[in-house]
């Protein structure tokens, strides 16, 4: 009988540190120099590295973090709305950290100004490290490999 308030408590947050994960500046919308520039200002540092210009932003703005908003809903189907017991307050405190004390976002262009990579206080966002480009092999003409 004194588990069921702390259920039905769990149950009424259920999906709230989900949302919290997920909320914020969307950083796989940014495509391009310019974009980056409106969004967090003057960079703190620039620089290239392996011949591909960068961009050092220090900002205080909340990141969006989707895959991890999607993990934290999964974990809450399996255990019932449970989870949430620990996760909001995790999520609340995470995100409040990520505004207090700030991050470093490292951005780093192609030649052309365009996003290739996002690092976030050293993690690369999964959903902007697949920008490299790569110019396919022309479809009209078939490649072959030179004969030795």
């Given at each position: 009988?004194?588990?069921?308030?702390?259920?039905?408590?769990?149950?009424?947050?259920?999906?709230?540190?989900?949302?919290?994960?997920?909320?914020?500046?969307?950083?796989?919308?940014?495509?391009?120099?310019?974009?980056?520039?409106?969004?967090?200002?003057?960079?703190?540092?620039?620089?290239?590295?392996?011949?591909?210009?960068?961009?050092?932003?220090?900002?205080?703005?909340?990141?969006?973090?989707?895959?991890?908003?999607?993990?934290?809903?999964?974990?809450?189907?399996?255990?019932?709305?449970?989870?949430?017991?620990?996760?909001?307050?995790?999520?609340?405190?995470?995100?409040?950290?990520?505004?207090?004390?700030?991050?470093?976002?490292l951005v780093q262009y192609d030649a052309q100004g365009r996003v290739v990579q996002l690092t976030r206080d050293g993690e690369v966002d999964?959903?902007?490290?697949?920008?490299?480009?790569?110019?396919?092999?022309?479809?009209?003409?078939?490649?072959?490999?030179?004969?030795?």
């Open positions: 009988m004194r588990v069921l308030p702390l259920w039905i408590a769990a149950l009424v947050s259920t999906g709230c540190s989900g949302f919290i994960a997920a909320s914020g500046t969307d950083l796989s919308k940014l495509n391009s120099r310019s974009e980056v520039r409106a969004k967090f200002g003057t960079p703190v540092a620039t620089g290239t590295s392996n011949s591909e210009p960068f961009e050092l932003y220090r900002t205080h703005r909340k990141v969006r973090d989707i895959s991890k908003g999607m993990g934290i809903v999964m974990i809450d189907t399996m255990t019932l709305g449970l989870a949430e017991l620990v996760l909001l307050p995790r999520e609340t405190i995470l995100a409040g950290r990520q505004m207090i004390l700030g991050q470093d976002l999964p959903f902007t490290s697949f920008r490299r480009n790569v110019t396919p092999a022309s479809s009209s003409e078939p490649t072959e490999e030179p004969k030795p």
